[in-house]
């Protein structure tokens, strides 16, 4: 399983160089022409991305996957609740909340952005009045975090973000309970959360789910 992984994987470290000819095909016939062209053009951002500075990262990231279609979990994947890899994201061409913040926060991670500035964040988003997910950027330790939504696509810092009510944010390491729009308070290790848990198992390209909708 290791081997198969260094051939493929999205890793969480950018210092991993990726299998780009091995992920395009495999998404192309998994997924279709367009899913191909679609990882074409992931690859593009992030060489395009890599000598920008760290807003600039933000920006350029948020734009890109922000152009890919909202759709519930229970229409695309007949499940409902499901995280989908970025591979699938970008492979399917849509996806939910979690699904956005996820391949941004790992296209970022490949970006070189360091994990400790990046939390995936749930939150209570009361203009739809249902919980969310968002990406957030902290520049700083004590900085208030810049957050990279799929509903506002403006990246704002959290205080203009009055809509939206943090409930809990992770990174690969840790998980916070939060109370405030800042860090939180630590609550442990985010291997407690199963769903981030399975999602890290299905990274790469080697366990592709197929949809239960075809969006193309």
């Not at 809509?163 to 442990?188: I, M, T």
Request: aromatic share 10%.
């Amino acid at each position: 399983m290791a081997l198969a992984l260094a051939a493929s994987c999205l890793y969480a470290s950018p210092t991993q160089k990726l299998n780009k000819g091995h992920i395009i095909s495999t998404l192309e016939s998994r997924y279709g022409e367009r899913a191909g062209k679609r990882a074409r053009a992931w690859f593009k951002v992030l060489d395009s991305a890599q000598g920008l500075s760290e807003r600039d990262k933000l920006t350029k990231v948020n734009k890109f996957f922000n152009l890919f279609r909202f759709v519930d979990d229970i229409k695309l994947w007949g499940d409902s609740n499901y995280w989908s890899t970025p591979m699938e994201f970008i492979g399917v061409n849509g996806g939910d909340c979690e699904d956005f913040s996820i391949a941004k926060y790992f296209t970022l991670l490949q970006l070189g952005i360091p994990e400790d500035k990046l939390r995936i964040t749930m939150v209570k988003a009361t203009t739809v009045n249902q919980y969310h997910m968002v990406l957030a950027y902290y520049e700083k330790p004590s900085s208030i975090p810049l957050v990279l939504d799929n509903l506002d696509r403006r990246i704002k810092p959290a205080t203009q973000r009055k809509d939206l009510l943090p409930v809990y944010s992770f990174n690969g390491r840790q998980l916070w309970l939060n109370k405030e729009k800042g860090r939180g308070v630590l609550a442990g290790s985010s291997k407690k959360l199963a769903k981030w848990n399975d999602l890290k198992y299905r990274l790469g390209v080697e366990r592709l789910r197929k949809p239960k909708l075809r969006l193309e």
